[in-house]
């Protein structure tokens, strides 16, 4: 329905009716409630929290590159509200120590904004990001890499990935840059080790941040700020709502 309004607009045709259309569509979301199809729910990834990380980091080496490499991606994430695309898209001159911890600039796609993230020190040192950054980074530069691409490919070896080949031509990030999907798999593959259950993906620290920053008492306009929502998100409303409908409900204080 949307390509066919857009398409009208670009020929400056009249906007269509589309109300059969959505009656139709509405029948068919009710017959699948009813029915209780798992498609009748809007999926969403489940929100990491700090809890969920402790857990997905306890069974990491960190002595090891790869360790470092998926404790610092995790932390990270989580601390700048990043999507996996953005996220990967860093480089190591985008991430300056300073005095508070890092100041990381990611570009934020939907906003068309470079974004200035403080990245802060944390109470609790198995999820505090900057040591966890200050280690990946240390790791990097002894391996022979300080500039270019922040999150690389690791191999099986521990060792920084050659650029991948198929018949003889460099595919894929000739810097050896990970790809956002890669990115996804971290998540997923050690929230499935540490035995988590629900719907794991790259947005679960983007969701995660959210959710524990409206639980902390943050406002929504500088959670959206730091997390580059565009204004109005009804995405970002939606994890607002997940945490204001226990804390605002009716039943609070009513003495039931």
């Not at 979301?29 to 700090?50: M, S, Y």
């Not at 991948?164 to 080790?193: D, N, Y």
């Amino acid at each position: 329905m949307s390509a066919v309004t857009s398409w009208h607009e670009e020929q400056g045709r009249p906007k269509p009716n589309m109300r059969g259309a959505r009656a139709v569509l509405n029948a068919y979301k009710d017959r699948l409630a009813v029915e209780k199809e798992a498609a009748a729910r809007a999926r969403q990834a489940t929100a990491a929290l700090p809890p969920q990380f402790r857990a997905m980091l306890a069974g990491v080496d960190r002595s090891t590159l790869a360790g470092k490499w998926n404790a610092a991606l995790v932390l990270l994430g989580f601390a700048t509200a990043a999507r996996v695309s953005e996220l990967v898209a860093l480089d190591d001159d985008t991430v300056t120590e300073v005095e508070h911890g890092f100041d990381v600039t990611l570009y934020r796609k939907k906003v068309r904004k470079h974004t200035p993230n403080p990245v802060l020190y944390s109470t609790d040192p198995a999820t505090c990001p900057v040591p966890a950054l200050r280690a990946y980074r240390d790791a990097l530069a002894a391996a022979g890499r300080t500039d270019g691409p922040l999150f690389v490919r690791v191999d099986r070896w521990d060792c920084l990935a050659p650029p991948m080949t198929r018949r003889g031509r460099v595919i894929g990030g000739p810097a050896g840059r990970m790809t956002a999907e890669a990115a996804a798999e971290v998540i997923e593959r050690l929230a499935v080790s540490a035995g988590l259950s629900g719907d794991w993906s790259g947005h679960s620290l983007r969701r995660g941040f959210a959710t524990a920053a409206r639980a902390a008492g943050h406002d929504p306009l500088e959670i959206a700020r730091a997390g580059g929502w565009v204004d109005g998100s009804r995405v970002l409303a939606r994890y607002m709502d997940d945490v204001d409908r226990v804390k605002n409900s009716p039943l609070v204080g009513i003495g039931l």
